[in-house]
Structure formats: structure tokens, C-alpha cells
């Protein structure tokens, strides 16, 4: 009692610089390198920010003119329809093996089930670049190991085939890729959520007689439900922005078949050098993204009121 | 008994599967250059020989670059764990007006698409001029981390019980001794966890290091690894042992903090 009251105390006394003086390094850090970057996001795509801003540091006021540039342009739907598309099926990919593996790694023995650990995190913790490099080599037109792989299959002699020369195939490349290193961390987190439904719930359901596709469904999906939503719009954040692993293998290309919504923006600023366009791009897919994941964002703010 | 025998095999073809890229990676860097390139590929390690290695550390850059990888990251590390630990001694042990609002902020900063920041960042670093610059390069790295880096510290301060803090100032300890002497040994843990999640943030990068280091001597190793792939064609050998090199500490350091970096990840939704 009598701590409580000195606690109370001590919190009201401390309306002293302090706690603003430890903050200090860190809002300026966040407000000039992420704060202020944002908001001038939406500034610069409102500008005719070209090569020649660049040199001189002055622009115009566009208005509206980057967007509809931007709306007009032809490549809009296809590049739109690519992200979402390429999108989604990243994150079912990712989705469907995760819970697989998450519900095997349960059943498994101890042994089995650290190797199959051993194996997620060592595909995790692969750098990007690193990854995307040995992809190029595994999968590389002569003497890349896949192809030898399905030429073996019978698939006929594709120990030549460029799989950068369609847009299906280059989509397929960077698929396997993406899913190979975003399984990991989906299937451990679901693991780890798995793990902590109580053993006593089974139990309970096993002695009333309970099989095991009603155990799924009344137990394990309804705990795991949160875990689940939360892995699912990572996946669609990680998954939406997608950038090293395209622009590697393939620079957006064949013919910009392959190019998404990131690589868009990174080209129309600075191959085309035209920023005010870039951003406004830039802005279009935060906004989309934001849309996309609206319900959880609206989650988060909500729970910032018990912090 | 079937059952767990089939389990145990859906298992294996997983774990082959999905460790066969590193495997693959790990065994071409040893390979001699003449099995490398050779149109029946070897699934064993049967000549092992380490000319790979050396050929990479010879390419012109690759010291240097890896020097500024060294630099950048050290600096990051140590930057980003100091202003993240008085930020997150700030938000669970004082009560202040627009604490709440910060947390909130860090939170949304977190969930900002990375990619989306990359022209306004380079338009802002050129008007500093801190553009080709490793100083430039620091600052955005720090800012990237710092979101994850207050919120897990600050899940690992909530652990610390407050009577010790308290114990020491009856004692007579002022509020750096007691930063020092009681939190920083308690708060360790965390303090490693979020450096490694820096380190491998920084050392990963390519997207900021290949838009802001424009010139080759101020590359960090992703961007020279590209730069080596789009310029050389054909030496995979030097290429996968460099990619090897470069992907070793990471992988020793991730494994040691997996456990963190999930709870990290996952702490803005399961509240923390």
C-alpha cells in the first residue's frame, strides 16, 4: 500500500525533462529518417521532381499531374494486376507449406523435429542477395542443377532453358525463391502458437470422443486463429513489397513482364529519373498496402490505448 | 506406427528439399572450377580445395568493401543499441505526457513498406549532402532498426521487476548508476538480441546500399556480390564461395537469437 502511494508520488514528481532527454536521439533519428522521408513522399509526388530538380534543387508545383500520369498510363492495370496476383500467390504458397510443416513439426519425434528446425533456420537466416545468387546458379542455363534435375525427370532437354525469358517462368523463379526463405519464420511462429494450446484441451476432447478433423476445428484453428492472422499480414507486407529478389534475377524484365509495383516505382525514378512519377507510385502502393492490411492496422492503433 | 513412419519421411523429403540450396551453395564453393562446370553435376563433396575462396578475397573491391560492410555495420550496431536502450528505459520506467503516443508511432513506423522510402531518402540524403557517404548510409540503417530495436528492448525491461531499481535507489544509487550497474547487466540479453537484429539488417541490405553508394569504393558486400555476378558471367565458383563468406556470420548469429527475432517480430500483435 504504502509503495503504491510512494510509486504515485514519485510518477506525479516526475514531470522533469528526463524521460524527453532518453527519447530524444531516438524521435529525432525516427522523425528525420522515417518521419519526415514519408511525409516528403507525398510532397515529392506532387512535384515535377525530374533530372533537372535534381541538379538545381528547384521544382514546380504539379498538382495532381503525377497521378494522373500515373492512372493514364497503360502499364498501370497489368503492373496493378501482377503485384496483387504475384502477391497472393506468395502468400498462399507460403501459408499452405507453413501449416503443414507447423502441424508435422507437433507429431514429430525429438530428433526429426530439430532437424527440421535446423533446416527452416538455415534457409532463414540466408541473406537475400546470398540467396538470390545461388538461385541464379542453381537454376542457371548450361549448368544449373534444376535443369539437369528435370531433364533427368524426363521432362525433356532443359538443361538450356533461360528461365528469365518469360514472364510465367521468371514469376515461377522468384516464387520458389520467396517461398523457400518465407516458410521459416511462418512455420516456426505457428509452431511456437501451436505449442502453447493447452495439452488438457486435447484431453478433454479426446475422452469425449472427439476425431481428430473435429479436434482440429474446434481447438487448434480457433487458439491459433490470432497467429495466424498476424503471420498472414506479414506475409502480405513482406510479400507486396518483394524488391531484391526480382530486381536480381530478372530487373522486372522479360519486356517488363515481371515488373510489380516496387520495381515500377524504382525504375520510373531513377532509370527514367522522373521522381515526382516514382513517388506518386510509391504513394499509391503504400495507400494499397494500407488497404490491404486496414483491419489490423486499426487493431494495432486500438491496442496502443493499454501500452 | 505407419503413421509415424510416413510423418518421419514427409519430414525428410522437406528437410532435403529445403536445405539443398545451402548444401548446394556450401559444396559449389569447395568445388574445383572444372567440377563446377561440368553438365552431370556431383552430389558429393569428392575434390575439395579452397582456390575458390582465395580467388574471391583477390577480386578487386571485395576487401574494401567488405571493410565498409565492417564499418557501417559496426557503427549501426553500437548507435542503434544505445539510443534504443535510453528510449526504452524512457518508455517503461518514467511516466510522461505522449509516452503512448510514441509507442503507437514506433508501431506504425514498423509497419511502413521499406521500399516506399527509398526516393524521398535519396532525394533528403543528396539535399544533406550525406549522398556516397557511409555517414548517410549509418543514419538510414539506425532508423530502420530503431522501430524493432525500442520495442523488443522494451518488452525485455518490462520483465525486469521495478523493486530492484528501487532497492538501489534507497540504497543511494543515482539514475545513471543505476542504468549502469542494475539494468544494462539485467537488460543484456535483450541488448544482444537487438544488435544481432541490427547487425543482420545492415549487413543484408542491398536495395539503400545500391541507390545511396554510387561509388564502388563506398559499395558494401550485397551490392558488390550483384555488381560480381551482372560483370563476370561465368565464375560461379568465386561468386558462391564469396556469397558463402558472406552469408557465414549471419547464419552463426541467427541461430543464436532465432528465438528472439520471432518474439520481436510477432510482438506488436500479441501485445507486448
Same mark, same amino acid.
Given at each position: 500500500m504504502l509503495l503504491e502511494k510512494a510509486r504515485a508520488r514519485e510518477r506525479t514528481r516526475r514531470r522533469s525533462p528526463l524521460p524527453y532527454g532518453l527519447l530524444m536521439p531516438a524521435a529525432a533519428l525516427l522523425g528525420l529518417v522515417l518521419g519526415y522521408?514519408?511525409?516528403?513522399?507525398?510532397?515529392?509526388?506532387?512535384? @515535377?521532381?525530374?533530372?533537372?530538380?535534381?541538379?538545381?534543387?528547384? /521544382?514546380?508545383?504539379?498538382?495532381? @499531374?503525377?497521378?494522373?500520369?500515373?492512372?493514364? $498510363?497503360?502499364?498501370?492495370?497489368?503492373?496493378?494486376?501482377r503485384t496483387i496476383g504475384f502477391c497472393a500467390a506468395l502468400v498462399a504458397g507460403t501459408l499452405v507449406i507453413a501449416s503443414g510443416v507447423a502441424l508435422l513439426l507437433q507429431r514429430l519425434g525429438r530428433r526429426m523435429r530439430t532437424a527440421v528446425t535446423l533446416c527452416l533456420i538455415a534457409a532463414w537466416a540466408l541473406p537475400n542477395v546470398a540467396s538470390?545468387?545461388?538461385?541464379?546458379?542453381?537454376?542457371?542455363?548450361?549448368?544449373?542443377?534444376?535443369?539437369?534435375?528435370?531433364?533427368?525427370l524426363g521432362l525433356g532437354d532443359l538443361t538450356q532453358h533461360d528461365w528469365t525469358t518469360s514472364p510465367a517462368s521468371a514469376f515461377t523463379l522468384v516464387w520458389l525463391l520467396v517461398v523457400w526463405q518465407s516458410v521459416p519464420f511462418a512455420a516456426l511462429?505457428?509452431?511456437?502458437?501451436?505449442?502453447?494450446?493447452?495439452?488438457?484441451?486435447?484431453?478433454?476432447?479426446?475422452? $469425449?470422443?472427439?476425431?481428430?478433423?473435429?479436434?482440429?476445428?474446434?481447438?487448434?484453428?480457433? %487458439?491459433?486463429?490470432?497467429?495466424?492472422?498476424?503471420?498472414?499480414?506479414?506475409?502480405v507486407i513482406w510479400d507486396f513489397t518483394v524488391f531484391n529478389?526480382?530486381?536480381?534475377? /530478372?530487373?522486372?524484365?522479360? @519486356?517488363?513482364?515481371?515488373?510489380?509495383?516496387?520495381?515500377? /516505382? %524504382?525504375?520510373?525514378?531513377?532509370?527514367?529519373? @522522373? %521522381?515526382?512519377q516514382g513517388a506518386a507510385i510509391a504513394v499509391v502502393s503504400v495507400a494499397l498496402l494500407v488497404g490491404l492490411t486496414a483491419v489490423y492496422v486499426r487493431r494495432l492503433v486500438r491496442s496502443g490505448e493499454d501500452l | 506406427m505407419i503413421r509415424r513412419f510416413g510423418r518421419n519421411a514427409i519430414a525428410t523429403v522437406f528437410c532435403l528439399v529445403w536445405i539443398f540450396p545451402v548444401y548446394w551453395m556450401v559444396l559449389t564453393a569447395f568445388k574445383p572450377t572444372g567440377k563446377i562446370l561440368q553438365p552431370t553435376p556431383e552430389f558429393l563433396p569428392v575434390d575439395?580445395? *579452397?582456390?575458390?575462396?582465395?580467388?574471391?578475397?583477390?577480386?578487386?573491391?571485395?576487401?574494401?568493401?567488405?571493410?565498409?560492410?565492417v564499418v557501417v555495420v559496426f557503427a549501426v550496431v553500437v548507435l542503434s543499441t544505445v539510443v534504443a536502450f535510453l528510449a526504452a528505459t524512457a518508455l517503461t520506467r518514467l511516466e510522461f505526457?505522449?509516452?503512448?503516443?510514441?509507442?503507437?508511432? &514506433?508501431?506504425?513506423?514498423? +509497419?511502413?513498406?521499406?521500399?516506399?522510402?527509398?526516393?524521398? *531518402?535519396?532525394?533528403?540524403?543528396?539535399?544533406?549532402?550525406?549522398?556516397?557517404?557511409?555517414?548517410?548510409?549509418?543514419?538510414?540503417?539506425?532508423?530502420?532498426v530503431l522501430p524493432f530495436t525500442i520495442w523488443t528492448l522494451r518488452g525485455f525491461l518490462h520483465g525486469i521487476p521495478v523493486e530492484l531499481e528501487e532497492a538501489a535507489m534507497l540504497d543511494g544509487a543515482t539514475r545513471g548508476r543505476i542504468m549502469r550497474s542494475v539494468l544494462l547487466p539485467l537488460v543484456l540479453p535483450g541488448l544482444?538480441?537487438?544488435? &544481432?537484429?541490427?547487425?543482420?539488417?545492415?549487413?543484408?541490405?542491398? *536495395?539503400?546500399?545500391?541507390?545511396? +553508394?554510387?561509388?564502388?569504393?563506398?559499395?558494401?558486400?550485397?551490392?558488390?556480390?550483384?555488381?560480381?555476378?551482372?560483370?563476370?558471367?561465368t565464375d560461379y565458383g568465386g561468386l558462391i564461395a564469396a556469397s558463402t563468406l558472406f552469408a557465414l556470420p549471419v547464419v552463426v548469429f541467427f541461430a543464436l537469437v532465432q528465438r528472439h527475432l520471432v518474439e520481436g517480430m510477432t510482438a506488436g500483435a500479441v501485445k507486448g
Open positions: 522521408p514519408l511525409v516528403r513522399l507525398v510532397v515529392i509526388s506532387l512535384q @515535377d521532381y525530374g533530372l533537372r530538380s535534381l541538379f538545381t534543387g528547384k /521544382t514546380g508545383f504539379a498538382g495532381g @499531374d503525377n497521378y494522373a500520369a500515373v492512372l493514364a $498510363d497503360p502499364q498501370l492495370l497489368p503492373v496493378l494486376a538470390t545468387l545461388v538461385w541464379q546458379w542453381l537454376f542457371q542455363p548450361g549448368y544449373g542443377v534444376v535443369n539437369w534435375l528435370l531433364t533427368r511462429t505457428l509452431h511456437a502458437g501451436l505449442s502453447q494450446i493447452p495439452r488438457s484441451y486435447y484431453e478433454a476432447a479426446a475422452l $469425449d470422443g472427439a476425431g481428430p478433423w473435429r479436434v482440429h476445428r474446434t481447438i487448434t484453428v480457433p %487458439f491459433l486463429q490470432p497467429i495466424l492472422g498476424l503471420v498472414t499480414i506479414l506475409s529478389q526480382i530486381w536480381i534475377l /530478372t530487373q522486372g524484365g522479360p @519486356d517488363g513482364g515481371t515488373t510489380t509495383l516496387g520495381i515500377w /516505382t %524504382f525504375t520510373r525514378a531513377f532509370s527514367r529519373n @522522373d %521522381f515526382g | 575439395v580445395t *579452397l582456390d575458390n575462396f582465395a580467388g574471391a578475397l583477390a577480386k578487386p573491391g571485395f576487401l574494401q568493401d567488405l571493410l565498409n560492410s505526457f505522449g509516452r503512448r503516443s510514441f509507442l503507437v508511432g &514506433v508501431l506504425v513506423l514498423q +509497419m511502413v513498406p521499406v521500399p516506399a522510402l527509398v526516393i524521398p *531518402l535519396f532525394l533528403s540524403l543528396k539535399s544533406a549532402h550525406l549522398l556516397d557517404t557511409l555517414p548517410g548510409l549509418v543514419l538510414t540503417y539506425v532508423a530502420l544482444i538480441a537487438t544488435s &544481432v537484429f541490427a547487425f543482420i539488417t545492415a549487413w543484408n541490405d542491398f *536495395l539503400f546500399a545500391y541507390v545511396i +553508394m554510387k561509388d564502388s569504393s563506398g559499395y558494401t558486400l550485397p551490392v558488390w556480390l550483384v555488381s560480381f555476378s551482372t560483370s563476370t558471367g
